[in-house]
């Protein structure tokens, strides 16, 4: 298994333009959900998604835009890039429990440097 | 609103030394699960160590142990014979409100000396 999966490793954007970091991943999860990480701030959660068809907002979706076509999918979009959005992105996937919510670990991708100017 | 408070932004000890990660955090749910990941300079994020709320034993893998104090809402971790390798960033995690919104408090990187 590959597991989770990002592309690109770096990108460098100036402000305005658009992209879409891609995620992939091969173990069948349920649960993926985008993170981004600034110093001092830890991760925080952008986007998420139980299922194919189901997206819901975290605590910071603002400027992105997912969906969820497939189980193995989850890019993340960019609409207008802005030099507040320089981070380091985490893709991460998990399995869910029914009626427990959260009750595995998450298995995270290696991550996207992206430099907004 | 952040329901997960890391106090201490740094710390480092000599190896073979034990260190006390701290973790508090806020929540009105009974049952859930409690995790810390570990980040080193990779930038791969790893679970150490994930505790069920309900369960009274505290968790243990290897090197690694929790202190979990379920009343006072407080998960520590802790790192006994500390080695090179553990020098990271370490995060806890809790889903907020028992929902997938997963929760990281904001980290805390520690170095291990020589």
């Known amino acids: 298994n590959a597991g989770v999966t990002q592309t690109p490793k770096f990108q460098v954007l100036k402000t305005g333009q658009s992209m879409t970091l891609q995620c992939a991943q091969d173990?069948?999860?349920?649960?993926m959900s985008w993170y981004r990480q600034d110093p001092g701030m830890g991760l925080r959660l952008i986007h998420y998604?139980?299922?194919?068809?189901?997206?819901d907002q975290g605590e910071v979706p603002n400027g992105y835009n997912v969906s969820r076509s497939t189980t193995e999918d989850f890019p993340l979009r960019l609409l207008s890039a802005a030099p507040s959005q320089t981070s380091v992105y985490f893709c991460?996937?998990?399995?869910?429990?029914?009626?427990?919510?959260?009750?595995?670990?998450?298995?995270f991708g290696p991550g996207t440097r992206l430099t907004v100017t | 609103a952040q329901t997960v408070t890391q106090s201490q932004p740094e710390m480092s000890v000599q190896e073979a030394e034990t260190v006390t990660l701290s973790c508090t955090y806020d929540?009105?749910?009974?049952?859930?699960?409690l995790f810390w990941y570990k980040q080193p300079p990779s930038r791969q994020m790893i679970l150490v160590i994930r505790?069920?709320?309900?369960?009274?034993q505290n968790a243990t893998e290897n090197r690694f142990s929790v202190n979990f104090q379920k009343a006072a809402k407080s998960f520590s971790l802790k790192i006994s014979d500390s080695q090179l390798g553990d020098t990271a960033m370490y995060f806890c995690?809790?889903?907020?409100?028992?929902?997938?919104?997963?929760?990281f408090g904001k980290g805390m990187k520690l170095t291990v000396n020589p």
């Open positions: 991460a996937s998990s399995y869910l429990t029914p009626g427990q919510g959260f009750s595995y670990e998450q298995y």
């Open positions: 505790q069920e709320a309900y369960k009274q």
């Open positions: 929540t009105s749910e009974s049952n859930y699960y």
């Open positions: 173990m069948n999860h349920e649960y």
């Open positions: 998604s139980v299922g194919a068809g189901i997206t």
């Open positions: 995690a809790f889903p907020q409100g028992g929902s997938e919104k997963l929760v």
